[in-house]
Nanobody, 120 residues
């Protein structure tokens, strides 16, 4: 079983930047897809960004031009770079990834979530 460990959340001022990380708990062969989701209090979980193994990306309209998703398969880690954040970006952020272990087993896992709060 591959677990995903998120880090990088915290308190940031409006207009600031934050980089979230999502690391696999053990060495894997590759991520096939990774998505970042967020859920604000009282709201449904929404997709923020997704990346596929061929480098294709897709972003929610609300974050286009401000957030960048990436994967470093050599480090078994994915990232969400968040720039020019606004209070509306405040939420718990979750990563979800599917891929292959080094034993060629498929996995599809969720991280535990990391809180991002944008406030002055």
């Amino acid at each position: 079983q591959v677990q995903l460990v998120e880090s990088g959340g915290g308190l940031v001022q409006p207009g600031g930047s934050l980089r979230l990380s999502c690391a696999a708990s053990r060495s894997i062969l590759r991520f096939n897809t990774m998505g970042w989701y967020r859920q604000a209090p009282g709201e449904q979980r929404e997709l923020v960004a997704i990346i596929t193994s061929d480098g294709g990306t897709n972003y929610a309209d609300s974050v286009k031009g401000r957030f960048t998703i990436s994967i470093n398969n050599a480090k078994n880690t994915g990232f969400l770079q968040m720039n020019k954040v606004t209070p509306e970006d405040s939420a718990v952020y979750y990563c979800n990834a599917a891929g292959l272990t080094r034993g060629y087993s498929r996995f599809n896992s969720w991280g535990q979530g990391t809180q991002v709060t944008v406030s002055s």
